[in-house]
């Protein structure tokens, strides 16, 4: 049995809070608020239990009577996030606390009330303009404001409230306009700073929202936090993901903080890999129809080398229908990574079916079947990339490879010297092509070549192979002057 509450204490709650959430340093309108931007109109407020409606519920206590955990004492009106939160954790927001944020925010009314209450007096225009605004009739509670600032012009809050309502209408340039003549008049008025903040949001000014959502939390606004989470948003939408970062952080350490998905995000931009995976992972269970959650951590542990938990997730993508070509290619990275070389051919084959333009991925499907030892169909892609790209080195010596594991030196041959054509200074090619000369017992032609590595890195391993084909030739001594030079310089080489 769960102790509700009515309907009668619900509005109650609302109204001595002038609809804000009461959660310390948020005051969200419930009104006007949404994380779209700041003035979109979506939220509504909650009707949260202090102690709980039923036992097992946080902070429920059983000496309560019905009436009394239904009753308007037990009620704290807050936004949805912060309902949320403070059902998250009893040892961080017990009875007295919350006691404490409602009476507060009650007192916080009260004063904004009073502020309005003195304005209200000046004239029966502002009276007018505030009811016609509260009815959401924005553009005659303008008209309204307009007529009051003609008596009182130096009245800071009628400047304000005219610039509420153009906010609202949306109108953030005239918004904007009357929020800076608010605060040339009463410069140390935080709400002013805070209001002009949320109309440079809005048209994407984020530098000077920045500069007005610090100022206000240096004069020190009540809505701190909500403060921070604009301006936070303001940083992301920046691109100063640190700056967000640290925002964000302060608002976790003070248990309210909600936006896990531009903290992710924030993360990802920052490329805090690790700490971005928490983030998704908590997205993720929280609503595990998201698949763009599951797409940002699959690039993220695929950014921390964490290979096994990328498959995973770029697996649960596709076998759910999301199945772009990147979720493919980058599983097939990661299947190459952990050399699971048929399963990176399959989902190479995969992205080339549908992307058949793009040649990078002929190359990668080549050393697929490459690290699969099927050096036929590697040199068959290989050589795909090279007819229309004959000057792709990588390529050409990844197929002189594959020629030469499968046998067919004269190919091989062929491909190193197209290679060494353009690249004369590295031993490996050199090496290499002495190697396919050896099998083809073509000892003058790979004796040149392994002096030519040896000029280069004079490596024992050269000294061994140059050795073989003196021996081959019936050379013996310059055999054995090579064997003995590879000792001197490597005497634990393998080959002795
Ligand atoms: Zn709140």
Redesign the pocket.
Known sequence: MRDNFSKTVLDTAKSRVSNH?S?EG?W?SLSAASEEGPNKVSNIGVGAHICAAAPGGKRYDPSMTKAERGGIENCIW??Q??ARLIDTDEVRFTKEKLIKMKADAEERAKDELGIIQAVLKLSDHVGKGYELHKKERFAEAILEYSEAIKQYPDCAELYHMRGNSYYCLPDCENAYKNYSIAITLSPRNAKYYYDRGDAFYCFHRYEDAIKDYSKAIDLGIYCKYECLHWRAKAYYANSNYKMAIDDFNILFESGSFTDYETRANAYYMNKNYKEAILDFTTLIENSNENWTFFGYRASSYLFCFKYNEAIADYTTLIENGNDQVEFFENRAICYNNLQCYSLAVRDYSEVIKRNPDNLYHYFELGNAYYGCANFKEAIKYYSFVLTANPQNIACRFSRANAYQENDNFKNAIDDFSMIINEVSDNDIYYKKRGECYYELERYVEAICDFTKAIEIEPKASYYIKRGKCYQKKGSSELAFNDFNKAKEIDPAHSDF
């Open positions: 959430c959660f948020c969200k807050m936004c996030d912060h």
